[in-house]
């Protein structure tokens, strides 16, 4: 019987799809752009890395230079930058996940005990401008303020200090960026953590008031509980970019005075690949770090749908 029933569902099955693309042509037309450019942008360009099993030469061309197996990756582990750029680049990003995830948690319970609405929708429209201005521009800003002639050194210089080149100085950079990322970011992630506190049941604080609980005791008994699923959710989601520190920044901040401490993978690829004409070399770093980012989102979205139920697929 089921032999006999499987041809009709096979059947139904393509007048549905049948239907479905008669009924939403148009939808498809629209999405067929956008389909194609990820295809040319963000899937052909992935033939190139076969660059990272090759000695790449520009003028032999992908098919005329040799294979090389896996050398340009035993490299990787025999230079002590790679191994100093995989070292800063999970300090900086460790960093800027633990920090990205406390204190937008801190500022959303903090907004979320403002009762004025203007002051409150004031204090998040401030704190999330940040998020809309390019690393350009904030790198800008930093150079400015941090710089010999700045707004800082200038203060220095008032109590007879003498000024400090911030941007220069190795010690200093790691927690420069790890700041300034944060100042920029976290005002999204407040968003997204008051959104969940919004979704807690009103009847839960009344109920919390009538028996006596301040509102501390609120906070720590119903809104953190209420908003838990979501803190596990983010901080899953971010194990995926445990490599990824930040290229636009870093680029924009770092000097060769700072590579001890702020060059990242990404960095390194680019000066490796385009500056140096390491192209296979910087293929391959870059091939490796995209494997250990690929291994990681897929274990955070399991760790998330285990956790908390949350999926995309």
């Given at each position: 019987?089921?032999?006999?029933?499987?041809?009709?569902?096979?059947?139904?099955?393509?007048?549905?799809?049948k239907?479905?693309?008669?009924?939403n042509w148009?939808?498809?037309?629209?999405?067929?752009p956008?389909?194609?450019l990820?295809?040319?942008?963000?899937?052909?360009?992935?033939?190139?890395?076969v660059?990272?099993?090759?000695?790449?030469?520009?003028?032999?061309g992908?098919?005329?230079?040799?294979f090389?197996?896996?050398?340009n990756?035993?490299?990787i582990?025999?230079?002590?930058?790679?191994?100093q750029?995989?070292?800063?680049t999970?300090?900086i990003?460790?960093?800027?996940?633990?920090?990205?995830?406390?204190?937008?948690?801190?500022?959303?319970?903090?907004?979320n005990e403002?009762?004025?609405v203007?002051?409150?929708?004031?204090?998040q429209?401030?704190?999330y401008?940040?998020?809309?201005?390019s690393?350009?521009?904030?790198a800008?800003m930093?150079?400015?303020?941090?710089?010999?002639?700045?707004?800082?050194?200038?203060?220095?210089?008032?109590?007879?200090?003498?000024?400090?080149?911030?941007?220069?100085e190795?010690?200093?950079?790691?927690?420069?960026?790890v700041?300034?990322?944060?100042?920029?970011?976290f005002g999204?992630?407040?968003?997204?953590?008051?959104?969940?506190?919004?979704?807690?049941d009103?009847?839960?604080?009344e109920?919390?008031?009538?028996?006596?609980?301040?509102?501390?005791?609120?906070?720590m008994y119903i809104?953190?509980?209420?908003?838990m699923?979501?803190?596990?959710?983010?901080?899953?989601?971010?194990?995926g970019?445990?490599?990824?520190?930040?290229?636009?920044?870093?680029?924009?901040?770092?000097?060769p005075?700072?590579?001890?401490?702020?060059?990242?993978?990404?960095?390194?690829?680019?000066?490796?690949s385009?500056?140096?004409?390491?192209?296979?070399?910087?293929?391959?770093?870059?091939?490796f770090?995209?494997?250990?980012?690929?291994?990681?989102?897929?274990?955070?979205?399991?760790?998330?749908?285990?956790?908390?139920?949350?999926?995309?697929?």
């Amino acid at each position: 019987m089921k032999k006999k029933n499987q041809p009709v569902k096979n059947v139904i099955a393509k007048k549905t799809w049948k239907q479905e693309v008669q009924h939403n042509w148009p939808l498809y037309v629209l999405l067929l752009p956008s389909f194609v450019l990820a295809i040319i942008f963000c899937y052909v360009p992935m033939g190139g890395l076969v660059m990272a099993f090759q000695n790449y030469k520009p003028w032999l061309g992908i098919t005329g230079s040799e294979f090389v197996g896996m050398e340009n990756f035993r490299q990787i582990f025999a230079f002590k930058e790679s191994y100093q750029a995989i070292i800063n680049t999970l300090v900086i990003a460790v960093s800027k996940i633990i920090l990205g995830l406390i204190v937008p948690i801190i500022m959303a319970l903090l907004l979320n005990e403002v009762k004025h609405v203007g002051l409150k929708k004031g204090i998040q429209t401030l704190v999330y401008l940040p998020h809309f201005l390019s690393w350009v521009t904030v790198a800008g800003m930093l150079r400015d303020i941090l710089g010999l002639d700045g707004i800082v050194n200038g203060v220095l210089k008032s109590f007879g200090m003498d000024p400090v080149f911030f941007l220069g100085e190795a010690g200093m950079f790691r927690q420069i960026a790890v700041i300034s990322d944060l100042w920029k970011g976290f005002g999204f992630g407040m968003i997204v953590y008051l959104a969940a506190i919004s979704n807690i049941d009103q009847s839960l604080y009344e109920a919390a008031e009538m028996d006596g609980a301040n509102r501390w005791q609120q906070t720590m008994y119903i809104t953190l509980p209420g908003i838990m699923p979501m803190i596990i959710v983010m901080a899953t989601l971010s194990l995926g970019n445990v490599l990824n520190a930040g290229f636009d920044q870093i680029f924009n901040l770092y000097s060769p005075l700072t590579y001890s401490t702020g060059d990242i993978i990404d960095t390194y690829v680019y000066r490796q690949s385009l500056v140096n004409g390491q192209y296979s070399f910087g293929t391959a770093v870059g091939l490796f770090k995209s494997g250990i980012g690929l291994i990681l989102t897929v274990i955070s979205y399991r760790i998330a749908y285990k956790v908390a139920g949350y999926r995309i697929f």
